[in-house]
């Protein structure tokens, strides 16, 4: 695991190395004083998680994690603090975790433990055939299936399409249970793709919109806020 720590002050950089040595093996780590280093650094290769001091005098961990989403959706970002007050702000970045300094070595463990089991879940996938040829595809590549007549549509990573002969209900019931919500009769979504809600609309990360009918609008949205406020994707 890749992980990049952001913190102005080395000696707090140093500390939370030290912690991380002491709850996870085989990392590695590299330090950045300032966020517009750390973005420079992750547009050449990508990290598996950032680590964030919020208050930092170039520019903020806020503000860092905001570019960084213009983006990257995906990547986990723990912020830590010696305060609380940015926890709001936090989420509209889609922090995966928010730390108190000094890091307890428990709550960073739990921290550690969330984002592995996440990682875990992502290598899920479900078998279809395409083209004659049967195919797996990992759920964490699908943004959405779509139901057109007798087909299912699916659109993956990038915004490619494939389409077969199939219908949503035969896979309903294993991706509700694997991060995805039904928002529409015509529509599964995979809420780890889902960039924003406005109103009745779901966008997601590829620019696609997609209608919540009336049915579903409450349980959708649910599913959406608890996936942000948990940053359990």
Do not use: W
Not at 46 to 71: C, E, N, V, W
Not at 179 to 187: E, L, T, V
Not at 193 to 198: F, Q, S, Y
């Amino acid at each position: 695991m890749r992980i990049a720590i952001c913190d102005d002050l080395k000696s707090e950089r140093q500390k939370a190395i030290e912690a991380l040595n002491s709850v996870i093996k085989n990392v590695s780590v590299n330090e950045f004083d300032n966020g517009n280093e750390l973005l420079k650094s992750h547009t050449l290769r990508p990290y598996d998680l950032i680590i964030l001091d919020i208050l930092m005098p170039k520019i903020s961990g806020i503000d860092t994690a905001a570019a960084l989403r213009k983006k990257d959706a995906k990547t986990p970002i723990v912020f830590m603090s010696t305060t609380e007050e940015f926890g709001v702000q936090s989420y509209r970045v889609l922090a995966f975790d928010y730390l108190l300094k000094p890091i307890d070595k428990g709550q960073l463990r739990a921290c550690i433990k969330r984002l592995l089991s996440q990682r875990e879940r992502k290598q899920h996938y479900i078998t279809v055939t395409y083209s004659g040829i049967e195919t797996k595809i990992v759920l964490s590549n699908i943004q959405c299936l779509e139901s057109k007549l007798r087909k299912v549509i699916f659109t993956l990573s990038e915004n490619r399409e494939i389409e077969i002969i199939a219908k949503l209900t035969d896979y309903e019931q294993f991706l509700l249970n694997h991060g995805f919500c039904r928002c529409h009769k015509s529509y599964l979504v995979n809420i780890e793709h889902i960039d924003r809600i406005v109103g009745d609309m779901f966008y997601l990360t590829g620019g696609k919109a997609i209608k919540i009918s009336r049915t579903y609008l409450k349980s959708a949205r649910k599913a959406y806020l608890d996936y942000v406020f948990t940053a359990d994707v």
